[in-house]
């Protein structure tokens, strides 16, 4: 069964702070992986990681993803208030015959609250 | 901007009623989904459509069908609904477009079944 788990599944800091956040992933058929910031309403896209070592900035928020050990960090420096959020990593797979219709399969989450 | 309508935010159903989810995106994406979000179990996929009138289950199919009838409209269906069933319910679209397939998001509805 595929499996995409994440942690912490929640997280206090206050602003300034710089938080990781981690997803480990455990799937045949690994196409790529993707990061969701969630608010009060839609999750919206933060970044597709495919390759291995590369690393994804924008602005205070990167990410790198790790193939060899299934997993990827979110990282967030100099954390404010508006980064409070649900954060949702997902995996896409390939089917076996190819294509995968865009499928993802979502970890739980992880709730980060940042106080000022 | 892509964008992603759901009918309701907020629905409050009796048990065994018959409900109706309405989902529409402007984007032409060929891709859509529904999902529901339970706290600290994520977003599971419930139904998927790769096309017009084209439907494949999700993990939890259980007590939903879909319908899609248009390219750009997407209705998740309960048919006898259950207060397992109280749920945030999520629609989002995608296209192969560029092989990017990033989903994107409606803004929910919360369905409340008593």
């Known amino acids: 069964e595929d499996k995409v788990v994440q942690s912490p599944l929640s997280l206090v800091v206050h602003e300034g702070d710089t938080v990781t956040l981690n997803c480990s992933y455990e799937v045949t058929n690994f196409r790529s992986l993707l990061w969701y910031k969630q608010e009060k309403k839609a999750p919206t896209f933060l970044f597709m990681l495919?390759?291995?070592?590369i690393e994804k900035k924008s602005g205070r928020l990167s990410s790198i993803l790790d193939k060899k050990e299934l997993s990827s960090i979110l990282n967030i420096t100099a954390t404010q208030t508006g980064d409070s959020a649900i954060y949702l990593c997902?995996?896409?797979?390939?089917?076996?015959?190819?294509?995968?219709?865009?499928?993802?399969?979502f970890g739980q989450g992880t709730i980060l609250t940042v106080h000022p | 901007d892509v964008k992603v309508t759901q009918s309701s935010r907020y629905l409050v159903k009796r048990t065994g009623e018959k409900v109706f989810l309405e989902c529409v995106q402007d984007?032409?994406?060929?891709?859509m989904f529904w999902y529901r979000q339970d706290p600290g179990l994520g977003l599971r996929l419930i139904y998927f459509s790769y096309d017009v009138k084209m439907k494949e289950k999700g993990d939890i199919p259980e007590g939903y069908s879909v319908s899609r009838e248009k390219k750009e409209r997407f209705s998740l269906i309960l048919e006898s609904a259950s207060t397992n069933q109280t749920s945030m319910y999520l629609c989002?679209?995608?296209?192969?477009?560029?092989?990017?397939?990033?989903?994107?998001f409606g803004p929910g509805t919360r369905l409340t079944v008593t």
């Open positions: 495919t390759s291995s070592g």
């Open positions: 989002a679209s995608s296209t192969p477009f560029a092989g990017a397939y990033e989903q994107y």
């Open positions: 997902a995996v896409r797979l390939n089917n076996a015959g190819g294509t995968s219709y865009g499928k993802l399969t």
């Open positions: 984007m032409d994406h060929e891709n």
